[in-house]
């Protein structure tokens, strides 16, 4: 190969190797859609019943929330770590827990605000005001893996994989009082967890694929959940719960964009062709 090649090759190489290692951010936008029908009021001081939460029934309420999470080692996802531990159920029957949780994106930053997580009904209905101001903003992606087993008992063992996005906003108003809202939606479905599969850890693309199956996987069930908290009123806090009846999940990183410095390679890539082109023209 002449050096007037060997220059052309090196020049292409050069691009396609930019091209390769192109930015890359894992970020996943979640739209879905539900019912609230159920509520959970809870105070700590200067209520009926301190400490304990009482049950309402609310009529049905439909809502549609649009959420952007970031997912991935960038976004510290971790592999999945297992531990055991033991409890009682509800009868004060011991149960023995081994449980695999795996952090698929985790992030914490202060922003503007975002778009309220509740809907207008849900802050007239429990006297809150909508966030103002600077928020400090917490999202966070989760994955599990669990056997519940009755210890001694063969065959009453529950194994169950869930899966879960939550995002959680605070701030503080002029009177220094602070109020905290909160959005998550979790999902689960039987799954034969076993000690050789139990601690397996998942890609983004494996995260992506368990969300888009949640509405339509055999024995999946899930729920949402919208929180509005405050430090005024008694340390007063609601909660929504309902369901969730639509869903969809779309990866907004499906497009590569080159970072600033990728850019500045790639000019003189090409740069070096065309340098490389006048070359061949006047020999």
Known sequence: MNKKMVGLTLALATIAGVGATSARAERIEVTFSGTLNLSYE???????????????????????RTMVFEIGKDAGMNNASVIGFDSTDVGGRPIWTDMASQTMGFTYRQTAPAAALAPEELYEWARFDRPAGSVTLVQEATRQRRIDSYPGETG??????????????????????????????????????????IGESFTTGQYMDLLRRSLGCVGCENAVYMGLGSNTQGGRSVEYWGTVTAMSVRDL????????????????????LGFAARRRKSA
């Open 156 to 197: 009453t063992e529950r194994r169950q994989e869930s899966w879960g996005l939550n995002q959680f906003q605070t701030w503080a108003d002029a009177t220094g009082a602070e109020f905290s809202e909160q959005l998550g939606f979790f999902g689960w479905q039987p799954f034969n967890v076993t000690p050789d599969n």
């Open 42 to 64: 809870n105070c700590t001081a200067g209520c009926a019943h301190p400490g304990q939460y009482t049950e309402t029934a609310i009529a049905p309420l439909s809502f549609t």
């Open 253 to 272: 990183s499906a497009a590569v964009v080159p970072e600033p410095s990728t850019y500045a390679l790639m000019l003189a890539g090409v740069a070096v």
